[in-house]
């Protein structure tokens, strides 16, 4: 309980700093997070998008006009 008060205090005070100032803050944190991360998420990402075109190849999926996506797209998020 102690954590979640101290949490809503540093949030505060951060919400009150410049957007320039919490663009900086937001940019310093986000540098400090491990690139190790970012490659891990190019290699998993990597590995399915070889993994769907070998599916294509093979036959397993088929593919989609660009156009039909987009209207699928509009009519199950924005209508």
Known sequence: MKFMILEKNI????????A???AYLAEKLLSSLDN???ETFDE??????E??????DDGL???SN?????SRI??????
Request: net charge negative.
């Open 61 to 63: 999926i088929k593919s």
């Open 20 to 22: 320039s100032d919490r």
């Open 44 to 49: 998993v990402w990597a590995t399915e998008c």
């Open 11 to 18: 949030e505060a005070e951060l919400l009150s700093l410049s």
């Open 51 to 56: 993994d769907r075109i070998k599916a294509y």
């Open 74 to 79: 509009e009519a199950r998020f924005f209508k």
């Open 66 to 70: 660009a156009s039909d996506v987009f």
């Open 36 to 38: 190790n991360d970012q």
